[in-house]
């Protein structure tokens, strides 16, 4: 029994990527597939069921179509619908190894691969670059937040703070400004969020990451931007050491992306 099921698991998935230049191939809305990562690669689109009166999500198990891209390779996929969907990037082998998911905003027109981490990322050219922002609320706690922010796309890994949440209060962070601003990153790109968060006070409550997660180095009561892979004197990218005085690494958590046809991330403590 478990042979003829894996058979038909198999069997499913090689149809759908057989299949996937007739389900790709028509015309619809450009998107751009770059695999920049220094192996060969697979993606699989997976289109995303709605219960709006439950208000859950279903991935669908069979892809709607997959790619096999070689290192550097490119192709255009010509997208029928604008509907958000449920990337799976894999390294092909025997049994297709996972490296990672994520959920694809229906406007998105470029999708790069880079597979160092197995990170897939998003960016479209919705009048000149979809403005995502972080709004960050504390609705219950007397002491004011400390929070510091972690950033993730395939141009920079970096970590910032700290700033204050008052109680009551909600303050919005411009994300694709910041990232801009301070590392050139483009317009439109939809980065991953995570977050380091404590109260003042002797005791402090602490919102952390698992152990093994995404981590980032923070500067104890200073104001900080940190870059957690950058070039030394020989031009070699490396992590940071974070050793320098009242540094230190910290789990951080991931913030959720922002839903179907928005551009906000949302935080509530």
Known sequence: MKKMNILGVLTASLLAVI????????????VEIVNFSREERKICFHRVE???RHGT?????????????????RVTWNRTDKEDLHVKLY????????????????????????????DVEFSDDVAGGTRYILKVCNKQYTQPILLALGFRTIRITATEGWWSVKKGSCVEFPISSMLFETWQVEYGTLPRLFYYARTK????????????????????????TTNQFAPNSAGTVQAYACSGPQERK????????????????????
Request: aromatic fraction near 10%.
């Open 19 to 30: 299949s996937t230049q007739a389900t790709f191939g028509q015309k619809g809305n450009k």
């Open 50 to 52: 709605r219960d709006r």
């Open 57 to 73: 999500e279903t991935v669908k198990v069979f892809p709607l179509g997959c790619y096999r891209l070689q290192s550097k390779q």
């Open 91 to 118: 390294k092909p082998q025997l049994i297709d190894k996972v490296l990672g998911m994520r959920r694809m905003p229906g406007h998105t027109r470029y999708v790069s691969i880079e597979g160092s981490r197995g």
């Open 201 to 224: 006070g002797n005791k402090p409550l602490v919102w952390r990451g698992k152990p093994g997660g995404h981590d980032g180095c923070v500067t104890e009561s200073l104001p900080f």
């Open 250 to 269: 910290v789990n951080l958590r991931s913030i959720p992306a922002p839903k179907a046809g928005n551009s906000y991330f949302y935080l509530t403590f």
